[in-house]
């Protein structure tokens, strides 16, 4: 059972415009919410991240919301550019429960068109 | 922020054969995670080891399969035993960001072909 999804495996954007990726979780427990970023023949690096006491988290061209109820989130990148190509990892953590691992989704790869 | 180093990077194994993975960071951290990533799948948390006691396996690895050692605080191997094709993955090592355990640094990880 797959506690955080990425429903989309890809995604291409033009160089300029709006990445928006995507991630959905089942775990009403999870309070913790992180972005990171992998290169290819690269470890995974964290981008962002959000608490489930706010509703937006904003760094740079990097914004990521949180809708609880629905429990989604989304990674907005604006304005979109080629070294922005690369998969990105949703993931979640409780940290208010006993079980403070960091669940990963299966990923996006993101492609930014010059 | 950490430095990460794994060896080897990749590697061509025979099934039955053992394979042992590095990982060293470049300062002193209580806790290293190690994860798998199988082929089109996410990352997977394998075992938490933390130095100068056993690792703590997640639900569905073993200490047998997957053992692990964590001689000091700035190292850690982990073996993938009695390899099979479905232990084709690419292995990472992790160590707890300084801010926030969650926001962790990752080495640049193993990839592991079995035949």
């Known amino acids: 059972d797959q506690q955080v999804k990425q429903n989309s495996p890809s995604l291409s954007v033009q160089e300029g415009r709006i990445s928006i990726l995507n991630c959905d979780y089942t775990?009403?427990?999870?309070?913790?919410f992180l972005w990171y970023k992998k290169y290819p023949a690269e470890g995974p690096t964290f981008l962002i991240s959000i608490s489930s006491i706010k509703d937006k988290n904003e760094d740079g061209r990097f914004t990521v919301f949180l809708n609880k109820s629905a429990k989604h989130l989304s990674l907005h990148i604006v304005p979109s550019q080629p070294g922005d190509s690369a998969v990105y990892f949703c993931?979640?953590?409780?940290?208010?429960?006993?079980?403070?691992?960091?669940?990963f989704g299966p990923g996006t790869s993101l492609s930014v068109i010059p | 922020s950490a430095v990460i180093s794994q060896k080897p990077s990749r590697d061509i194994c025979q099934r039955g054969t053992s394979l042992t993975i590095q990982c060293q960071v470049d300062s002193q951290v209580t806790m290293m995670f190690w994860y798998r990533q199988q082929p089109g799948q996410s990352l997977t948390l394998i075992a938490t080891?933390?130095?100068?006691?056993?690792?703590?396996?997640e639900s569905g690895f073993v200490i047998d399969k997957f053992p692990i050692s964590r001689p000091n605080l700035t190292f850690s191997t982990l073996t993938v035993s009695n390899m099979s094709p479905e232990d084709s993955s690419i292995y990472l090592c992790s160590d707890p960001g300084l801010v926030d355990l969650n926001e962790q640094f990752f080495g640049p990880g193993t990839r592991l072909t079995v035949l």
């Open positions: 993931a979640a953590s409780a940290r208010e429960t006993s079980y403070d691992k960091v669940i």
């Open positions: 775990n009403s427990m999870f309070d913790y």
């Open positions: 080891a933390n130095q100068g006691s056993e690792a703590t396996y």
